[in-house]
C-alpha cells in the first residue's frame, strides 16, 4: 500500500477532557473520541508516525498510533508540548473537545451535601492548546489544524476561530445535529482561502479523506 506520509510526525488530540471537583466528579462534555481516533488510524495507514494525545473515551487504541492517556486540559497542554519539543512535528490536529473551564479550587475529599444549598464552584479558563500550538516560532508544526464544533452559525464562528486562533485549517461540524458519539459526521473544511463542504458520512470516510487532504499539502509544499 502507498505509504505517502512516511517519515511525517503527527500529534492528535481526541476525546474530551476530564475537570475534577473532587475524588468522585467532574466537569466533562460528550465527546466519544470517534473522529480523533479515526484521523489517527487514517494517518497511520499512510504512514505517518502518529501520537495521540486522548482524554477519556471508550476506545482501543489504533492500530500503529502511539497513546498517551490524559484526564484534565492542563495534562493534555503538557502532553502535547512535550511532543513538539522532543520531534519535529509535521501536522498537528487539535481534534479534542477540551473544556473551556476547570475549577480553581478541587476539593481534596468528595464534598458532602450539606444544609444551605450546593456549593459554590470556582471556574478559571484553560489553557487554549490551538492557540499555543499555532503561534509561529521554530517549534510550530507545519500544518496545524483545529475542529470548531459549532450549534449555530457554523460558518461564521469557524471562519473567526481560524483567524483568532491562528491555525491554518478548521474542520467546522454542526453538534447540534447527531454527532457526539454517532458513528457519522458533516464538516466543512476551511483554510485561510476556501471552504469545502463535506455531506454526512462516516466518521472513518471523513478520516480518509482529511489525510488525503493532508497528503496533497505535503505534495504542494514539501
Same mark, same amino acid.
Given at each position: 500500500?502507498?505509504?505517502?506520509?512516511?517519515?511525517?510526525?503527527?500529534?492528535?488530540?481526541?476525546?474530551?477532557? /476530564?475537570?475534577?471537583?473532587?475524588? &468522585?466528579?467532574?466537569?466533562?462534555?460528550?465527546?466519544?473520541?470517534?473522529?480523533?481516533?479515526? #484521523?489517527?488510524?487514517?494517518?497511520?495507514?499512510?504512514?505517518?508516525?502518529?501520537?495521540?494525545?486522548?482524554?477519556? &473515551?471508550?476506545?482501543?487504541?489504533?492500530? @500503529?498510533?502511539?497513546? #498517551?492517556?490524559? =484526564?484534565?486540559?492542563? =495534562?493534555?497542554?503538557?502532553?502535547?508540548?512535550?511532543?513538539?519539543? *522532543?520531534?519535529?512535528?509535521?501536522?498537528?490536529?487539535?481534534?479534542?473537545? &477540551?473544556?473551556?473551564?476547570? &475549577?480553581? $479550587?478541587?476539593?481534596? @475529599?468528595? !464534598?458532602?451535601?450539606?444544609?444551605? @444549598?450546593?456549593?459554590?464552584?470556582? %471556574?478559571?479558563?484553560?489553557?487554549? !492548546?490551538?492557540?499555543?500550538?499555532?503561534?509561529?516560532?521554530? %517549534?510550530?508544526?507545519?500544518?496545524?489544524?483545529?475542529?470548531? *464544533?459549532?450549534?449555530?452559525? %457554523?460558518?461564521? $464562528?469557524?471562519?473567526?476561530?481560524? +483567524?483568532?486562533?491562528?491555525?491554518?485549517?478548521?474542520? @467546522?461540524?454542526?453538534?447540534?445535529?447527531?454527532? /457526539?458519539?454517532?458513528?457519522?459526521?458533516?464538516? !466543512?473544511? /476551511?483554510?485561510?482561502?476556501?471552504?469545502? +463542504?463535506?455531506?454526512?458520512? +462516516?466518521?472513518?470516510? #471523513?478520516?480518509?479523506? %482529511?489525510?488525503?487532504? !493532508?497528503?496533497?499539502?505535503?505534495?504542494?509544499?514539501?
Amino acid at each position: 500500500a502507498a505509504r505517502p506520509l512516511s517519515g511525517r510526525k503527527v500529534v492528535i488530540t481526541a476525546g474530551p477532557t /476530564f475537570e475534577a471537583i473532587d475524588p &468522585v466528579r467532574g466537569l466533562t462534555n460528550r465527546s466519544s473520541g470517534k473522529q480523533g481516533y479515526a #484521523i489517527a488510524q487514517a494517518l497511520a495507514d499512510l504512514g505517518a508516525e502518529v501520537t495521540l494525545v486522548s482524554g477519556p &473515551v471508550f476506545l482501543d487504541a489504533p492500530q @500503529g498510533v502511539r497513546r #498517551i492517556n490524559v =484526564e484534565a486540559a492542563t =495534562e493534555m497542554q503538557a502532553a502535547v508540548e512535550a511532543e513538539m519539543a *522532543a520531534h519535529s512535528v509535521d501536522v498537528a490536529i487539535m481534534s479534542a473537545a &477540551v473544556a473551556d473551564w476547570r &475549577v480553581d $479550587n478541587v476539593a481534596t @475529599g468528595k !464534598i458532602k451535601k450539606a444544609p444551605g @444549598g450546593a456549593p459554590a464552584l470556582h %471556574l478559571i479558563e484553560n489553557p487554549d !492548546i490551538l492557540a499555543a500550538v499555532s503561534k509561529s516560532g521554530p %517549534l510550530r508544526p507545519k500544518l496545524v489544524i483545529g475542529f470548531a *464544533a459549532e450549534t449555530s452559525d %457554523l460558518e461564521a $464562528n469557524a471562519r473567526a476561530k481560524l +483567524s483568532r486562533k491562528g491555525c491554518d485549517w478548521i474542520v @467546522g461540524n454542526d453538534v447540534s445535529q447527531d454527532v /457526539f458519539g454517532s458513528d457519522a459526521n458533516a464538516v !466543512i473544511l /476551511f483554510t485561510r482561502d476556501s471552504a469545502e +463542504s463535506w455531506e454526512r458520512q +462516516s466518521k472513518r470516510d #471523513i478520516a480518509r479523506r %482529511l489525510a488525503q487532504h !493532508i497528503t496533497r499539502h505535503f505534495k504542494a509544499h514539501p
